[in-house]
């Protein structure tokens, strides 16, 4: 019996052989494999079969149970039934006694088999030793019984001698043919998924537009994928097996391997980017390196992809070509179709004001000025839409509120399909090209000594007037300065220039708007009166008056130095009542007219206007008043106080004020215009700033002024005057005065005089501790770029903006001014603050320093030291 279940054991393992090569054969064919694995495990049964062990006379015992139980757990019902029955009929073509009961072992075999597998289907069971172990003992124990109920007792007893030996055997050799179909079919669904697996990587390689290689550290090629085989050079099976040496120049292979090298030492992904020259000339590549791991017995290798960037590098230069044209001198913007605003440039915020976030999703609406009529965007739009692109002049706005001429550029971006996408502007600031127009145009027709209009205006102005249809009259006065040579030729040109600057002044203030003064040259200037009457008598009145009052105004004297220089004039008039005269014509009658008054006597006139002479007699006789004045010490500085917004004192203005001995305290409107042209401001400021430090330097022990700062104007004479820094600091000495306790304001239309001497002046005071403050902040020029130049440490808001509020564009102006003060660090003060609701706005909006009549009017120095006593005192209590 042994060498039966030996020789049962051996078949067993062989057709186990032999099945599994069949499923690594047949997978490929799931319909034929079926049959084909019946039809195997049916042959294993048989061959078991006839190697049987006779229990009885025809009563055999074999592996066929083991066969046909795995034919049931991995065969499945189709092929476990074919083997089935290829036993069964093979067992019944034997014969015997033990045909019947053989019949039902193969049918119980198989039903445990494809129970089994059902258990495993349903995941109860697993193909282990622990599951299989037990159910194929109680396979083989089953079997056993239904051969034992076929005997008699004495053969029953020949089979309980053979009963271990054969469970002992075949039991085991039925879990290990199951072990073994269980690891060929573990194996073959692993090499399914591998071979799945790398159809797919080998998929998604060739949709990749890279190269993708292993390379071993010696540079030898290994792998090769790509999803364009000439992208770079041959990448097939020609490359396996090849050095990179072979493909690339010594140097470039060198690089190359030493990049492999490079890797496999860091163990890290690594870069590379190098130029090649390929079929389709010098191109740019990018490769990218990752160890592979290749397992024990093979050289190190790395995973190379390899890219061609040329196309990205061009792409990343015209951005940055792109970005930098973009960012240039020009302000541009961009906006989507609906001209929602995607992106500005720092130029664009420089000219209009106007950040990115503010623009940011908003319309170029947000720009207008509102000096355009709908008809002017309509146009401007269609011509967009038709031609895509539309440039010219356009009136816009800042972020501040000023109106600006811009000029404009659009062009419209359109896709492949011819619609429209975006819109890009360009947009240039031609204030200054407006500016220089300006003037080039007043060169021409402007005289550069006096800023009057020349010969040539002049000639254009009358040719328009005699071309015209005239429902009124004109007349010319010419003008010519008496003495003038004389005093050009003893003080100098430059002296005679600005007596001529001071004739066209004088000429120019009496004039209506639609006449003209113009200065021919020399000495010589013309005005033309318009609008006379058309009666010729009553219009030789009109003419002749006004003769009188400007040869009145001629006749003052001009101040220079101290020294009082006299100029009269002679007068020569004509009415333009001669259709047939020309320009030049008229110009010459008028010139004849003022030679004959000149030899009839100089400075004399037929007619005089007395109202006129009263007017400049009392202007000389005030000028003379504040000259002596100024001798006698009658102007003295007044303070009105500055507050906080809990009413505390914070400092004070040092006011002018005119002790006069006659008419009393006079304030600076009674005399400033006059002593302006008389040139005086210069002492009437010395004598403030020196009447202001003395009380400064005194208040200064008081504790109720720790803090306190005193604010001193100073004219533009003043300022530009060359001793001005000496005479200031001498100032500082004499009085023991701390400079950082003096604020000198000055005012926004001084600058425009000569900005880089007013910067250098202020910011040597500033050395010695000054401090500086703009007075009437946003009536002058209010340039940001003197605030960002000058050594600032307050604005002070201009109190028409206070006065008008709650008026919203008085108000919106003050909170410009504030936040603008705040982002320079700047203090701020509203002056000006008459009522309780002024000082409420102000304070909402940031301001927190105030000067008005609501909180003091100006006071005589004694009683502003008693009121910082009397605020020390209620600090205290």
């Known amino acids: 019996m042994l060498i039966t279940v030996m020789q049962q054991a051996v078949i067993l393992l062989a057709m186990g052989w032999a099945l599994t090569l069949n499923m690594r054969k047949a997978r490929h064919h799931p319909h034929l494999q079926v049959?084909?694995?019946?039809?195997?495990?049916?042959?294993?049964?048989?061959?078991?079969?006839?190697?049987?062990?006779?229990?009885?006379?025809?009563?055999?015992?074999?592996?066929?149970?083991?066969?046909?139980?795995?034919?049931?757990?991995?065969?499945?019902?189709?092929?476990?039934?074919?083997?089935?029955?290829?036993?069964?009929?093979?067992?019944?073509?034997?014969?015997?006694?033990?045909?019947?009961t053989g019949t039902v072992n193969i049918v119980l075999s198989v039903l445990l088999g494809l129970g089994f597998r059902y258990g495993v289907n349903r995941q109860w069971l697993k193909v282990n030793i622990f599951h299989l172990l037990p159910v194929t003992l109680l396979l083989h124990t089953s079997t056993l019984a239904v051969i034992a109920s076929l005997l008699n007792v004495q053969d029953r007893l020949t089979l309980l001698a053979y009963l271990w030996p054969f469970l002992a055997v075949m039991v085991p050799l039925t879990v290990i043919l199951a072990l073994i179909l269980q690891d060929a079919a573990l194996?073959?669904?692993?090499?399914?998924?591998?071979?799945?697996?790398?159809?797919?990587?080998?998929?998604?390689?060739?949709?990749?537009?890279?190269?993708?290689?292993?390379?071993?550290?010696?540079?030898?090629?290994?792998?090769?994928?790509?999803?364009n085989a000439s992208l770079l050079y041959p990448v097939n099976d020609s490359v396996i097996?090849?050095?990179?040496?072979?493909?690339?120049?010594?140097?470039?292979?060198?690089?190359?391997?030493?990049f492999i090298r490079q890797t496999l030492n860091s163990q890290?992904?690594?870069?590379?980017?190098?130029?090649?020259?390929?079929?389709?000339?010098?191109?740019?590549?990018?490769?990218?390196?990752?160890?592979?791991?290749?397992?024990?017995?093979?050289?190190?290798?790395?995973?190379?992809?390899?890219?061609?960037?040329?196309?990205?590098?061009?792409?990343?230069?015209?951005?940055?070509?792109?970005?930098t044209a973009f960012e240039g001198f020009e302000g541009m913007m961009i906006t989507d179709a609906d001209q929602k605003i995607l992106r500005v440039n720092r130029a664009f915020t420089d000219i209009t004001g106007f950040s990115s976030d503010d623009v940011i999703g908003k319309t170029p609406s947000i720009l207008s000025s509102g000096q355009h009529s709908r008809d002017f965007y309509q146009h401007m739009w269609q011509s967009i839409n038709e031609h895509n692109h539309w440039q010219g002049e356009i009136i816009n706005k800042r972020k501040s509120g000023q109106v600006y001429p811009q000029w404009l550029s659009v062009s419209a971006v359109r896709d492949k399909h011819q619609h429209i996408t975006h819109y890009v502007a360009s947009i240039t600031d031609i204030t200054q090209q407006k500016k220089d127009a300006e003037r080039i145009n007043h060169l021409a027709f402007y005289d550069e000594v006096t800023g009057l209009p020349n010969r040539r205006f002049l000639h254009e102005r009358l040719q328009h007037y005699l071309s015209g249809e005239r429902q009124e009259s004109a007349g010319l006065i010419f003008i010519d300065l008496d003495n003038f040579k004389a005093?050009?030729?003893?003080?100098?040109?430059?002296?005679?220039?600005?007596?001529?600057?001071?004739?066209?002044?004088?000429?120019?203030?009496p004039l209506r708007q639609q006449d003209m003064v113009a200065r021919l040259g020399g000495d010589e200037f013309v005005v033309l009166l318009s609008g006379l009457p058309t009666e010729q008598a009553a219009a030789a009145t009109e003419l002749e008056a006004a003769g009188l009052?400007?040869?009145?105004?001629?006749?003052?004297?001009?101040?220079?130095d101290g020294h009082q220089l006299k100029?009269?004039?002679?007068?020569?008039?004509?009415?333009?009542?001669?259709?047939?005269?020309?320009?030049?014509?008229?110009?010459?009658?008028?010139?004849?007219a003022m030679y004959d008054a000149k030899s009839g006597g100089r400075g004399k006139l037929r007619f005089f206007d007395p109202k006129m002479q009263e007017a400049v007699a009392q202007r000389l006789l005030l000028q003379q008043d504040i000259s002596r004045g100024l001798d006698h010490g009658e102007f003295i500085a007044y303070f009105q106080p500055q507050f906080d917004y809990q009413g505390h004192i914070t400092g004070a203005e040092a006011l002018a004020r005119w002790q006069h001995p006659e008419q009393g305290l006079l304030a600076p409107g009674a005399f400033i215009e006059v002593a302006e042209q008389a040139g005086l401001m210069n002492r009437i400021d010395r004598e403030v700033l020196h009447h202001a430090c003395s009380y400064m330097a005194a208040w200064a022990e008081l504790s109720a002024a720790t803090s306190f700062t005193l604010s001193v104007n100073i004219s533009a004479a003043r300022l530009y005057q060359p001793e001005f820094i000496d005479d200031v600091l001498a100032i500082f000495r004499q009085t023991g005065v701390d400079p950082a306790r003096i604020k000198l304001e000055i005012?926004?239309?001084?600058?425009?005089?000569?900005?880089?001497?007013?910067?250098?002046?202020?910011?040597?005071?500033?050395?010695?501790?000054?401090?500086?403050?703009?007075?009437?902040?946003?009536?002058?020029?209010?340039?940001?770029?003197?605030?960002?130049?000058?050594?600032?440490?307050?604005?002070?808001?201009?109190?028409?903006?206070?006065?008008?509020?709650?008026?919203?564009?008085?108000?919106?102006?003050?909170?410009?001014?504030?936040?603008?003060?705040?982002?320079?660090?700047?203090?701020?003060?509203?002056?000006?603050?008459?009522?309780?609701?002024?000082?409420?706005?102000?304070?909402?909006?940031?301001?927190?320093?105030?000067?008005?009549?609501?909180?003091?009017?100006?006071?005589?120095?004694?009683?502003?030291?008693?009121?910082?006593?009397?605020?020390?005192?209620?600090?205290?209590?």
């Not at 139980?69 to 033990?98: K, Q």
């Not at 399914?192 to 030898?220: C, H, N, Q, W, Y």
């Not at 389709?280 to 190190?300: L, N, W, Y």
Request: glycine fraction near 8%; charged fraction near 20%; aromatic fraction near 6%.
């Open 241 to 258: 097996g090849r050095r990179v040496h072979d493909l690339f120049e010594p140097v470039q292979a060198n690089r190359f391997v030493a």
């Open 35 to 100: 049959f084909t694995t019946g039809f195997w495990f049916g042959l294993a049964a048989l061959v078991c079969m006839l190697q049987p062990f006779h229990v009885a006379p025809g009563v055999l015992l074999d592996a066929r149970n083991g066969v046909l139980f795995v034919a049931g757990l991995f065969g499945g019902p189709v092929s476990a039934g074919m083997a089935a029955l290829i036993a069964g009929l093979f067992r019944y073509g034997i014969g015997g006694d033990g045909a019947f």
């Open 567 to 592: 100029c009269s004039a002679s007068l020569g008039v004509v009415l333009l009542n001669d259709s047939s005269a020309t320009a030049d014509e008229l110009v010459q009658q008028a010139e004849l």
């Open 747 to 877: 005012t926004e239309s001084m600058l425009l005089n000569d900005m880089p001497m007013a910067i250098g002046r202020m910011q040597i005071l500033k050395q010695h501790g000054v401090r500086f403050a703009i007075d009437d902040f946003g009536t002058g020029y209010s340039s940001l770029l003197y605030l960002q130049q000058l050594p600032l440490d307050q604005l002070k808001i201009d109190q028409s903006f206070v006065r008008a509020l709650p008026d919203n564009n008085s108000l919106n102006i003050i909170k410009a001014i504030i936040a603008l003060a705040h982002s320079l660090k700047l203090e701020v003060i509203a002056e000006g603050v008459e009522t309780e609701a002024q000082r409420q706005l102000l304070y909402q909006h940031g301001c927190e320093h105030y000067q008005g009549y609501l909180l003091a009017r100006a006071k005589p120095a004694d009683q502003l030291e008693a009121r910082l006593q009397q605020q020390l005192c209620s600090r205290v209590s």
């Open 487 to 509: 005093i050009n030729d003893l003080w100098g040109l430059p002296v005679g220039d600005e007596l001529l600057r001071q004739a066209a002044r004088r000429l120019s203030r």
């Open 268 to 323: 890290k992904t690594q870069r590379l980017e190098y130029e090649l020259n390929t079929h389709d000339g010098m191109r740019i590549f990018e490769s990218q390196a990752q160890v592979m791991d290749r397992g024990e017995g093979s050289k190190p290798a790395v995973v190379i992809l390899t890219r061609d960037i040329t196309q990205r590098l061009q792409n990343e230069t015209e951005l940055r070509i792109a970005a």
């Open 549 to 560: 009052r400007l040869l009145a105004l001629l006749e003052q004297a001009y101040t220079h």
């Open 187 to 227: 194996r073959q669904q692993e090499q399914d998924r591998l071979k799945s697996s790398e159809s797919r990587l080998r998929a998604i390689t060739s949709a990749l537009p890279d190269l993708m290689f292993v390379i071993d550290e010696d540079g030898r090629y290994l792998e090769a994928m790509a999803s």
